[in-house]
């Protein structure tokens, strides 16, 4: 191949695969109601903020069912960075242990544990940075002016996860925004701290801060409230703890803590609004016809058209499953109907010849993502 | 009568220190006479070229050594190479000065021995120059033990019956006449997957940009790490390749924040194309992790790439749908087998 025609290939095969400019924007797509910031904190790099971004995604998207729609969330780093306090955690790794830097970085991304010799130098560096020394006025007024168009402009809720440092940005756009002259609806934005160094979390939102986390060096900041089981911390109480660096990340600890991270995802989910859902109706009902022939009737619509297919089942009713769970009942799956593609209301019922008999029956309704929206057990009709 | 006996006793305890003491003498010095026989001279330099193979890829190395040492009995020099735990395993062949067989000139001193290697491993493999030397104060005549031409014509060397016991004993004999040689630096031919640029060393962390010997936009040393950490996967290769050359360009335009901005947008580009390559967020993660570190070797790139992530302040990351992953990759990993 000669070049001229290697490099007409190469062209060629750079737009098809190059990138797509339609899908890269800083902006959420239509349909987005709510907007989940990451606020990173010092010592985290773009890259790493990225990350924590997609694993927080990651986690939550199986746990958003009926009536949030994921689809309607979208995700985003509000990056910060200080220089200052990162330049002197690596000053002091040169000056203590080694000017090959690559160990530091695997420090810092938590492939190695930090070096004892380091702890205090770094816990001494994280006491310096107060929200006003660590805080540039401008990049935090970028945030403020994002966080105001999504809530005003785009009738969105935001939602900010801040870890470490990342609480000051959050907790300073808290104030710029509703402790103004016209402040926006409070409704609308959230604060859903981790491992703060600050003292308050803004809107009083909730906060995790795990026992042994490295941020408890900070004087001020919250007391720790969280439990360090399935984490790598050293619980040392109110004190940072012997792996307390290791302890405070994001992803490798908060996120994977048994306590920590049941507690920052469900504190997202009930942050998420659910107001004015598509909206959606599910009965259950029997009908009897000359006393003896028992039907089992359900209906389903919904004006979003999300709904796909439902599945019914049915239970012997006995001194195990009078109630409506699924544990102890002999379940058997007895019908499947699946709504046109495109439906947006649709019903059914279905007969169940059964003279006599005590039954549960229950319908559990899917929508096009797979997920029931109904509860658990399905919506029930108990004979 | 127990005088006489104590007597007896003492009188044997003497003897046996007095011949104790001697044997310790005759042995110190035959030791030392050893030693004064073994000679030692000095290597020049020394070296395989090339340094480089490729696995399962039969390629003829040139192994040269200068020795100017006037003491060099100039038919002993040979290639050893080593096991392992670095001892002499197997003697490879003569070195010679004589113009021929890959030796550019006879007699200008650098010995040359030119050899076919096919390794079947990703790795090294050492080797060693062995050379006598006459001691400095020879004056018997030389012992004619350094016939290795002789030697090496039995085809007990060939390395295909090294495992023959016979044959094995045979080499091992051979290998014990080097106990009066002197034994250069140690050389390394690296066997590498695939072609791959040099390991620049300590050269390459010399400067900011380092070294990109094929001017591929990927640092040579990184590049190495990259063909073999991921020897398996081309697309892997390619989608890490991707993300080290934008963030090659995130450090070198650190200083001006517009650069910075524009090459995180290239940066993000090429993790959503490793997260849709490595299939789960986790080893993509994981690769990142550990790639970031061998890139961020140095004081100066370690500074570079905190002054180019302090630029980013009050930025928002791209919204990149989960569909358009692939397309964010600059290559076509349907082209490519695995």
Known sequence: ?383 | MLESRGMSILKSKVVVYSLIGALTVILGSVLLYAQSRRGTGNFGPTGANPAYIIINSPTLVTFTSQITDRKLKKRSVILLSLDASGQPAEIRGRLKDDGKNGDSRANDSIYTFRTTLTESNVGSINFQIAARFKPGKWTEPEPDDDDWDKDLADSALSRQNRDNPTKRQYLLKLLKKLTRYTLSTPIQVTVDPFLLPPDPGEAGKQTLEGIDSDHDGVRDDIQRWIGINYQASEKRREALRQDIKSLQRFILGANDKESSRNNAKDMERAWECEDYIFGTLDDAIMARDRLEPQFLNTEARSRAYIKANSQLGGTFSLMIPEDQRKAQCRFDPDLMEN
Not at chain 1, 75 to 80: I, K, M
Not at chain 1, 116 to 135: H, P, R
Not at chain 1, 212 to 236: E, M
Not at chain 1, 268 to 283: F, G, Q, Y
């Open chain 1, 1 to 383: 191949m000669t070049p001229t025609i290697r490099t007409a290939v190469l062209a060629g095969l750079l737009s098809i695969f190059g990138t797509n400019l339609d899908a890269q924007t800083e902006s959420c797509p239509t349909g987005t109601r709510t907007v989940i910031f990451f606020s990173n904190g010092m010592e985290t790099s773009l890259r790493r903020a990225e990350d924590n971004k997609k694993r927080l995604r990651e986690e939550l998207d199986p746990l958003l069912v009926f009536p949030i729609q994921k689809d309607s969330i979208c995700y985003s780093v509000a990056y910060n960075s200080n220089e200052l306090g990162w330049t002197d955690m690596l000053e002091a790794y040169i000056q203590l242990i080694s000017s090959d830097t690559a160990r530091f970085w695997r420090i810092i991304s938590r492939i190695e544990s930090l070096p004892n010799v380091l702890q205090q130098g770094f816990g001494q560096i994280a006491q310096l940075l107060d929200s006003l020394t660590y805080v540039d006025d401008n990049d935090l007024q970028i945030q403020v002016d994002r966080y105001r168009e999504e809530i005003a402009v785009n009738q969105r809720k935001v939602i900010i996860v801040p870890h470490s440092q990342g609480n000051f940005y959050a907790n300073r756009a808290y104030s710029l925004l509703f402790e103004s002259a016209s402040p926006l609806p409070p409704d609308k934005f959230q604060i859903v701290s981790v491992a703060t160094p600050d003292s308050l979390v803004g809107g009083n939102g909730s906060y995790t801060t795990l026992y042994g986390d490295f941020i408890l060096a900070v004087p001020g900041r919250l007391n720790p409230n969280t439990l360090t089981d399935g984490t790598d911390c050293n619980n040392n109480g109110q004190l940072p703890g012997d792996n307390a660096f290791g302890c405070h990340d994001f992803l490798t600890s908060y996120l994977k803590g048994t306590f920590s991270k049941s507690q920052i995802l469900s504190q997202v989910i009930s942050a998420i609004p659910t107001d004015n859902p598509p909206s959606l109706r599910i009965n259950a009902f029997q009908i009897i016809r000359n006393d003896i022939l028992y039907e089992f009737g359900w209906s389903a619509s919904s004006t979003g058209e999300f709904l796909d297919r439902a599945d019914t089942y049915k239970a012997e009713v006995n001194v195990n499953c009078t109630d409506i769970i699924f544990i102890g009942c002999n379940w058997n799956f007895f019908a499947v109907v699946s709504a046109p593609l495109n439906s947006n209301s649709w019903g059914s019922a279905l007969s169940d010849l059964h003279f006599g008999n005590f039954y549960t029956y229950c319908v559990i309704v899917y929508d096009k993502a797979g997920n029931s929206v109904t509860a658990p057990q399905g919506a029930c009709k108990i004979n």
